[in-house]
């Protein structure tokens, strides 16, 4: 018991880091999961966006009289205004799964900026997180870009992955607990058992003393020397009861032991 139990303790110590280990990647990898699902639901709604606001320069570029000019093709503030553009991505993202703020600003060949939102700030277009899409169309020589910055990225993958990383965490917790009990468990239930095994061994010694004393004192009464004389006789009779009276008190710790 004293070399398996090391090892039990080991073992589960083992499994219980392998258990936590691999909950850590789960996560790592469902986070990077949500993260690529996200770029690819915004990648989704700009295709979406960049169809429609080509398919008006389309209508707007044949609605111009000299059809062979392309540079006549408009420009998305001739066919936009703020309030339509901002509610065409508006639907979008959100048909997208994306219900973030954003803000937006679209920007001519020269960079130049020819429409914004409200909140649009020039950083913004320097900002790791704004996605950028050609809305030029295929009838139009002059090129103009959508930049789009949606705002608080991260409550998409906070909302996403909170019940799945708070769940995560419980049942990790969970198996902490039942190893730290196990553990605790197993470490009393082996002082139990050293105690009851020296509480045998002093009880096994203390049995031994009286009844070897009174198997002598029995052996001295069959002498014939012993039973001639009354004083050796009380004096060996007087030894048996006084062992008696001790392996009587002996058993009486045992049944109190017993009640413990």
């Known amino acids: 018991m004293k070399k398996l139990f090391p090892l039990i303790i080991t073992l589960t110590a083992i499994s219980l880091l392998g258990i936590i280990v691999v909950q850590v990647q789960w996560i790592t ?22 169809d429609s606001i080509v398919k008006q320069k389309v209508i707007g570029t044949r609605e111009i009289e000299d059809q062979s000019n392309f540079d006549n093709s408009p420009p998305v503030s001739k066919i936009y205004k703020p309030e339509e553009l901002n509610h065409l991505l508006l639907v979008q993202l959100n048909e997208a799964g994306i219900n973030q703020s954003f803000e937006y600003c679209v920007t001519n060949s020269a960079a130049a900026i020819t429409t914004t939102s409200a909140g649009f700030r020039t950083e913004f277009l320097n900002d790791p997180a704004i996605f950028n ?128």
Request: some cysteine; overall charge positive.
């Open 29 to 50: 990898s469902a986070i990077q999961l949500k993260q690529d699902q996200y770029k690819s639901n915004v990648e989704v709604a700009l295709t979406h966006i960049k």
């Open 133 to 260: 899409v050609d809305i030029s169309g295929r009838t139009s020589a002059k090129s103009e870009t959508l930049h789009i910055y949606i705002l608080q990225p991260e409550d998409y993958f906070k909302n996403k992955l909170l019940f799945m990383v708070l769940g995560a965490l419980l049942f990790t917790c969970i198996i902490i607990a039942a190893f730290v009990l196990t553990i605790r468990t197993m470490l009393s239930q082996r002082k139990l058992s050293e105690i009851k095994s020296d509480f045998i061994n002093n009880m096994t010694h203390e049995f031994k003393t009286p009844i070897a004393t009174i198997q002598l004192a029995s052996d001295a009464l069959n002498n014939e020397k012993v039973l001639s004389d009354r004083k050796n006789i009380l004096y060996y009779r007087n030894i048996i009861k006084e062992e008696n009276r001790r392996m009587h008190k002996q058993v009486e710790r045992i049944l109190n032991a017993a009640k413990l």
